[in-house]
């Protein structure tokens, strides 16, 4: 087992779907920050199989619907004097607003760039995200449209 420091005064993103740690590491903006952070990928977890986490040695701001967009299973604990102090579980948001970009080069935020990229939840079973303005279908957890996965 790998040993990392613990967190006295931070974040522990947990429960992340295995092999998309990355991808939440990199949309954090983690991969340049100026403090201590770990991502570990494919630790052993009771509740799946495998699971990625992310530890953030540091309180950060987070746009928790995006995360619940990106994997609606990922819990945040809040770190401070070393102990949990709050824990937040993520669901599908009802909207998200600037996350992905739609990709219909019919859709008006092709050409109309101040044009907001929105987007509304259409079916929390199949986890399809429909764009305001053009209606293509979008899959959470993905950057492509539905079908083009």
């Known amino acids: 087992m790998i040993n990392i420091a613990e967190i006295k005064n931070g974040l522990v993103i947990d429960h992340i779907q295995a092999g998309t740690g990355w ?6 903006g983690l991969d340049k920050a100026n403090f201590s952070t770990a991502l570990i990928m ?3 977890s009771k ?18 619907s995006v995360l ?4 609606a299973n990922i819990t945040v604990n809040v770190i401070q004097d070393s102990k949990i102090v709050r824990k937040i579980k993520m669901s599908l948001p009802d909207k998200i607003e600037g996350v992905i970009e739609c990709k219909n080069p019919r859709c008006i935020t092709m ?39």
């Open 111 to 149: 050409t109309e760039h101040y044009v907001p990229q929105e987007f509304h939840l259409v079916n929390r079973e199949k986890q399809e995200y429909r764009c305001v303005y053009c209606d293509a279908l979008y899959k959470s957890g993905t950057i492509g449209m539905v079908g083009e996965e």
């Open 23 to 28: 991808k939440v590491f990199k949309w954090l």
């Open 47 to 64: 509740k799946s199989e495998r699971k990625d986490m992310i530890k953030i040695d540091n309180i950060i701001n987070i746009d928790y």
């Open 68 to 71: 619940g967009y990106i994997d």
């Open 42 to 44: 494919n630790a052993v």
